[in-house]
């Protein structure tokens, strides 16, 4: 149940936010801070677990799914109020960028997709599996190389947005800025399809969790 709402959620933010790279109208921030408070719930609620899982599996499931919500959590912090503002300005300098996170998210919304419309554990359903279809796979991949495409980015933007400064063609505060934008949207990317990797049982080991 907790891995499905986190994926609810994913599925959720992933879309506004896609909306929101698309120049779509739509309360990005009010998804976000929605994200926000059901993740909490989430937390609360295996928080109250008292019993360990039983067999390897069953951890396996549970330490996935605190994997997914650490990311979730920080996706959906990332757009919350004033913080918005850096994507969205990130989308209007960085088209290349900008269309690298959509990418992503909707890639990832492909994946959250997949695991809402699961049945619901019950005494007449079968226990949720790991079995990924290769649409979803392929969308997991797709999540992964946009994110990893992001990261490659960064180093050139960097670069080509403090030699603009030199060049006389921006402030040194509105470099940072865009730099600062434009980081914002390689985490956001990041943590989404970290999120997603983890709610199909194949985080692996997260080799930036910051």
Do not use: N
Not at 7 to 24: I, K, P
Not at 99 to 111: I, P
């Amino acid at each position: 149940a907790a891995r499905r709402v986190i994926a609810d959620v994913l599925e959720t933010v992933s879309r506004a936010m896609s909306a929101m790279l698309a120049g779509e109208s739509g309360d990005t921030a009010k998804h976000a801070g929605t994200a926000v408070v059901t993740l909490e719930e989430v937390r609360d609620f295996l928080s109250e677990v008292q019993e360990p899982p039983d067999g390897e599996t069953e951890r396996f499931r549970m330490t996935s799914t605190l994997h997914a919500l650490d990311h979730a959590s920080r996706l959906a912090g990332s757009l919350k109020g004033d913080d918005l503002a850096d994507p969205a300005s990130a989308a209007m300098h960085d088209r290349d960028a900008a269309a690298l996170c959509q990418r992503s998210m909707r890639a990832v919304q492909t994946v959250a997709a997949s695991i809402t419309a699961e049945c619901a554990l019950s005494a007449q359903a079968s226990p949720i599996g790991w079995i990924v279809s290769a649409e979803v796979g392929a969308a997991l991949a797709e999540a992964e190389g946009a994110a990893s495409q992001l990261g490659a980015l960064q180093q050139d933007h960097r670069a080509a947005t403090l030699a603009s400064v030199a060049q006389g063609q921006l402030t040194t505060a509105d470099a940072l800025a865009r730099i600062d934008a434009a980081r914002r949207l390689e985490r956001i990317a990041y943590h989404a399809w970290r999120a997603a990797a983890h709610l199909l049982g194949r985080g692996g080991r997260d080799h930036l969790d910051i």
